[in-house]
T-cell receptor, first 115, second 115 residues
């Protein structure tokens, strides 16, 4: 059974703190993604990675960075958390290649509140 | 710019009734269209996928249709159950090279089934 796990379901941090969100997948997928989801805005892509140590900016990368040191793990880093980063964060993974179906498998999400 | 528009934004129906959700897109070049179901506090899960040559796909009580000429898709839910209460997200994939999945997400339709 495919599985994407995220380190925390709920997280509360203070403004200015450094925040790490971890995502692990056990499907040997090449692609991994970080999204944030806000009411009325849907899912927005923050960063994605198509290989170890590779990363690409998504639509809203400002205020975030990522790390992919191992194939199965993709971390999202908020260097200095701000209140406008309060959101639901979703990690996803997918296969890469000509035969891929583009299906992204999502983790359960981390609801981050920045006070 | 690639866009996916969903309607209605929200919908409330009585248990046992049918409903249809709409998705219009302007994504080019088109690869496939997928409907995801997202339960509250969970990550999205794929329901159906359709490519250019497919115009209908069923998954139990869920039936998706695709009209590639008018760039419209619908998701029909038959004999709704309380467990159908969720957000339904239409996701359209563009044909892209490289590692990106080329996904454009709709903002979702929030469906509530009342007993």
């Amino acid at each position: 059974d495919v599985k994407v796990t995220q380190s925390s379901r709920y997280l509360v941090k203070r403004t200015g703190e450094k925040v790490f969100l971890e995502c692990v997948q056990d499907m040997d997928h090449e692609n991994m993604f970080w999204y944030r989801q806000d009411p009325g805005l849907g899912l927005r892509l923050i960063y994605f990675s198509y290989d170890v140590k590779m990363k690409e900016k998504g639509d809203i990368p400002e205020g975030y960075s990522v790390s992919r040191e191992k194939k199965e793990r993709f971390s999202l880093i908020l260097e200095s958390a701000s209140t406008n980063q309060t959101s639901m964060y979703l990690c996803a993974s997918s296969l890469r290649g000509l035969k891929r179906s583009n299906e992204q498998f999502f983790g359960p999400g981390t609801r981050l509140t920045v006070l | 710019k690639n866009q996916v528009e969903q309607s209605p934004q929200s919908l409330i129906i009585l248990e046992g009734k049918n409903c249809t959700l709409q998705c219009n897109y302007t994504v080019s070049p088109f690869s496939n269209l997928r409907w995801y179901k997202q339960d509250t506090g969970r990550g999205p899960v794929s329901l159906t996928i359709m490519t250019f040559s497919e115009n209908t796909k069923s998954n139990g009580r869920y039936t998706a249709t695709l009209d590639a000429d008018t760039k419209q898709s619908s998701l029909h839910i038959t004999a709704s159950q309380l467990s159908d209460s969720a957000s339904y997200i239409c996701v359209v994939s563009a044909l892209l090279g490289g590692g990106a999945d080329g996904l454009t997400f709709g903002k979702g339709t929030h469906l509530i089934i009342q007993p």
